[in-house]
């Protein structure tokens, strides 16, 4: 089945701080998902990109699917981004089952 | 809008109860719903997902089972708890094929399950 790895694993960073998150997978897919988990438990989907880029406020993704990458950026970060960021993948033709990374979890200090 | 409820937030079980933990999603019909595990290290497991009433799809043979009794109700059962069922179990849905364009998932608040 399908890898999908992520990195750093954990990432340290004082606010304001820009950060990019990596996301590695080892097939085609047909579905590319991130998301963010708070300290509380809770997972947001962030984005829908199995290709192209999107934006939305301070975060951005890009995902380049002939290169089976794609990456999260966090601009000007905030306290508030803290938690754990996963990546999570599917592929075309599958069950349908998205495939998730071990996540990278980051500290922003105050 | 569609919404996910799954309750308790969390559960102490003493090992060898039994275990059962509900999720309902609203806004939505037939949903596709999914239970996952997340055990202390950060990944997620899927352990069960339904595609329809009735229809489970189990990942990882364990000591869990699912039902699906309603369209929007999705049931995570077991008849004797292990130690090793300890974890943080999450329900999610979407409105079809993960493998479909535009699919996206969606979780729940999650379970905190701690047996004893």
């Known amino acids: 089945g399908i890898q999908v790895e992520q990195s750093p694993p954990d990432l340290i960073l004082q606010e304001g701080a820009n950060s990019t998150l990596r996301c590695n997978f080892s097939d085609s897919v047909n579905n590319l998902q991130w998301f963010h988990q708070n300290p509380w438990g809770q997972l947001i989907n962030l984005f829908y990109?199995?290709?192209g880029t999107k934006q939305n406020g301070r975060l951005s993704a890009t995902t380049v699917a002939t290169e089976r990458y794609s990456l999260l950026y966090i601009s000007s970060s905030q306290t508030t981004d803290s938690g754990v960021y996963f990546c999570?993948?599917?592929?075309?033709?599958?069950?349908?089952?998205?495939?998730f990374g071990k996540g990278t979890k980051l500290s922003v200090k105050p | 809008s569609q919404t996910i409820h799954q309750w308790p937030a969390t559960l102490v079980q003493p090992v060898g109860s039994p275990l059962s933990l509900e999720c309902t999603v609203e806004g939505t019909s037939n949903p596709n719903l999914y239970w996952y595990r997340q055990a202390a290290g950060r990944g997620l497991q899927l352990l069960f997902y339904s595609v329809g009433i009735g229809q489970i799809s189990s990942e990882v043979p364990q000591n869990l089972s699912a039902s699906r009794p309603q369209d929007r109700q999705f049931i995570l059962s077991s008849k004797k708890l292990l130690l090793s069922d300890s974890g943080f179990y999450l329900c999610?849905?979407?409105?079809?094929?993960?493998?479909?364009?535009?699919?996206?998932?969606?979780f729940g608040s999650g379970t905190q399950l701690s047996v004893l």
């Open positions: 999610a849905w979407s409105t079809g094929s993960l493998a479909r364009a535009n699919e996206k998932l969606f």
């Open positions: 990109i199995p290709s």
């Open positions: 999570a993948a599917a592929l075309y033709g599958s069950q349908g089952n998205l495939i």
